[in-house]
């Protein structure tokens, strides 16, 4: 699966506003990468919670490819602003947590239809990132990820005091009940017969369709015009700004839609978890998302899923073991810094770059 641009096509940047068409264009290997892409999805679970072969060896749960999932929507956003426009961003749990409590309280007042729920939390997200791009993006390098840091410093004291009467404060939100899918689908009952041997629940189906969606919306930008001028912003600013591009107008834009992917990441995991602790808004989960696109790779498609998966596995299944579980900080930031010195591009573009020399750059 390539997840590396195709040139634009002839006219890409005409006056007729193909340069907007573009991203809704059709590309050649969307469809082939699409499906396998579902192909996988459709057999994680199974693999990685129930195959027999697997099992005692790198098995986890069902819940955990759920959150894999969920954290992967949430890596894939911020490598947009990270690998893509070079944006260093500390404050990317302030979309994340805003749209997990958004989610949860929309639930509790208006509805607790799911695919509202992500509606809601994910549109406060977009309008948060918006403003905070719109204020922090004044300023570049370590002052803009210090301000955004800030801003969501500032959220997370918000929720733990001053809204405390709607976000539970140090005890987090609780009591949310999630509806129906469709008013006759329970999320996290099984699915029927043969699917529910590969995907497990309804919830499992329900994220994975939300991650081919993002899947499909990243690959889609960042293969038409728009994407390129993401790559040449990374590049040199100075140089994209001299070919008459509005520099600024564009990294707002990566900034919101960086937002949009983490606002879905955080109403899923509200719908997942059916609780928002307090530490959504904290620097340490816009640390924790930093690691996990670093660990699988930034300026790729597929390689912040992946280290998503790396990084919860080792929260969640090595932290269990009782010899080595004491220490699963210690064993995750050796992994980390053995991969940056041997990878560099981290491991999905290790694989990548394997791929590439077995077959000659060929697709």
């Given at each position: ?193 043969v699917l529910g041997m590969l995907l497990g629940t309804w919830m499992y189906a329900f994220v994975a369709a939300f991650t ?152």
């Amino acid at each position: 699966m390539s997840d590396q641009a195709t040139p634009a096509p002839d006219g890409a940047s005409d006056e007729d506003g193909s340069s907007v068409v573009g991203i809704f264009a059709p590309r050649g290997n969307e469809l082939r990468v699409m499906a396998a892409t579902a192909v996988v999805l459709g057999l994680f679970p199974y693999v990685f919670s129930r195959m027999p072969v697997v099992s005692g060896v790198f098995q986890g749960y069902q819940g955990l490819a759920t959150l894999i999932l969920i954290w992967g929507i949430f890596a894939l956003g911020f490598d947009l602003l990270l690998g893509y426009t070079g944006l260093l961003s500390f404050g990317h749990a302030a979309f994340w947590g805003s749209a997990a409590y958004t989610t949860g309280i929309f639930s509790q007042y208006v509805s607790g239809s799911p695919i509202l729920m992500v509606l809601a939390g994910t549109t406060f997200a977009v309008l948060l990132a918006w403003l905070l791009g719109f204020l922090s993006l004044r300023r570049g390098g370590i002052y803009f990820a210090i301000l955004t840091l800030a801003f969501a410093q500032m959220m997370f004291y918000l929720s733990s005091s001053p809204l405390a009467f709607i976000t539970g404060g140090e005890n987090g939100l609780t009591d949310i009940e999630t509806g129906e899918l469709f008013g006759v689908i329970a999320l996290e009952s099984d699915l029927p017969s043969v699917l529910g041997m590969l995907l497990g629940t309804w919830m499992y189906a329900f994220v994975a369709a939300f991650t081919l969606l993002c899947i499909a919306l990243g690959y889609r930008i960042l293969n038409s015009p728009y994407g390129m001028v993401f790559r040449a912003i990374r590049e040199n600013e100075q140089r994209a700004e001299f070919v008459g591009l509005n520099v600024w107008r564009y990294k707002l834009m990566s900034f919101i839609l960086s937002g949009l992917f983490a606002g879905i990441a955080g109403s899923l995991y509200t719908i997942d978890g059916s609780y928002v602790p307090l530490s959504s808004l904290y620097w340490t989960e816009s640390g924790e998302v930093v690691i996990m696109t670093v660990l699988g790779g930034t300026g790729s498609l597929f390689g912040p899923i992946v280290g998503a998966g790396i990084y919860l596995y080792v929260e969640n299944i090595v932290s269990g073991f009782e010899t080595i579980g004491p220490f699963w900080h210690l064993i995750l930031g050796v992994v980390f810094v053995v991969t940056i010195w041997v990878f560099p591009r981290g491991v999905w573009g290790f694989f990548s770059d394997v791929r590439e020399r077995i077959t000659g750059g060929d697709d």
